[in-house]
């Protein structure tokens, strides 16, 4: 599957996104990185700098997804 997650950068976000790739799924994740690490984001991950009120962006990046899963949180 194709998994979108918000909030990659973070604790939750990074640990679920690492979780699902080792499962065998594509993963695409946002950040705005205002709490978040780059160095969280594991390898594999589509990784993209945007903020959830972006919804434009929001939209284009989660084309094709199977399943989303909202971390994000301040």
């Given amino acids: ?3 979108f997650i918000t909030g990659v950068a973070g604790f939750l976000g990074s640990h679920l996104a690492d979780a699902m790739l080792a499962d065998g799924h594509e993963v695409v994740g946002i ?5 978040g690490d780059r160095e969280n984001v594991p390898d594999g991950v589509d ?8 919804f434009a962006r929001v939209l284009g990046l989660v084309s ?4 989303v ?5 301040t």
């Avoid at 950040?31 to 709490?35: Q, S, T, V």
């Avoid at 990784?47 to 972006?54: A, Q, T, Y």
């Avoid at 094709?64 to 399943?67: I, P, R, S, V």
């Fill in 31 to 35: 950040d705005n990185m205002m709490g």
């Fill in 64 to 67: 094709g997804c199977d399943l």
């Fill in 1 to 3: 599957m194709k998994i």
């Fill in 47 to 54: 990784f993209h700098v945007c903020d959830c009120n972006d």
């Fill in 69 to 73: 899963f909202h971390c994000a949180a």
